[in-house]
């Protein structure tokens, strides 16, 4: 997330550092971030289907065989092309085969328009995908967050809650409890999310973080 995909970014981290001394902490660690605007909304959700409560090492498997199903062209109407049989060769479970072929038909025939989806507010966002059976909250939530939405926070997502017990020292996680601590990161929630991210992809939640005192 830079300045140029996210105006805002240097307002926001400005603000956040005043705000929350932890935050600040770890941003001084990490540095400056970079984020890769979403390319292709429906391929994005395809590979979200995919790869709920798999490795990301597993869903590349069946995401490439997927891939080779629609001979290169992972479009809504080769999709849609495909039975739900067929979907399952691939090694996804019926549930999200079904699922799979639900989005692409819907976007094949205009129901799931991303240019409109993408003019309503982020509540309506997340209404209107999670009317999908097959996606839920946190899927919602991380396209809030690809098409740079700057207030996401994904309270449900474990890896998101992982770097956050780490960076406060705590062990409680329950959504209100989160949801309390992280107000004071509004509008700007979505910056501090990634740097918890980059804070576990980095591996830091290995070492010890600052208590508030020594800060």
């Given amino acids: 997330m830079t300045e140029q ?4 970014y240097e307002e ?6 005043k705000r929350d001394k932890k935050l600040a902490w770890l941003m001084e660690q990490v540095g400056s971030l970079s984020h890769t605007d979403l390319k292709d909304d429906f391929l994005f959700f395809i590979e979200q289907v995919i790869g709920q409560m798999l490795s990301i090492q597993v869903a590349d498997v069946m995401t490439r065989r997927l891939a080779d199903l629609c001979r290169g062209e992972m479009t809504a109407g080769a999709i849609c092309s495909l039975s739900v049989y ?16 639900q989005i692409a038909f819907m976007v094949e025939t205009g129901s799931l328009d991303f240019g409109k989806l993408k003019e309503l507010s982020d509540t309506e966002i997340i209404k209107s995908l999670t009317a999908i059976k097959g996606i839920g909250n946190w899927t919602a939530k991380m396209y809030l967050y690809k098409i740079n939405r700057p207030d996401v926070l994904p309270y ?7 770097a956050y017990k780490w960076l406060y020292r705590t062990r409680n996680v329950k959504p209100e409890a989160v949801k309390r601590r992280c107000r004071k990161w509004s509008p700007y929630s979505s910056v501090a999310a990634m740097y918890l991210y980059t804070a576990f992809d980095r591996k830091l939640i290995a070492t010890e973080s600052p208590k508030l005192k020594e800060l």
Avoid: M
């Fill in 5 to 8: 995909n996210f105006p805002l």
């Fill in 156 to 162: 449900e997502d474990a890896t998101f809650l992982a």
């Fill in 86 to 101: 067929e979907l399952k060769k691939t090694g996804i479970s019926l549930r999200k085969a079904e699922c799979i072929r």
């Fill in 12 to 17: 926001a981290i400005s603000i956040l550092k």
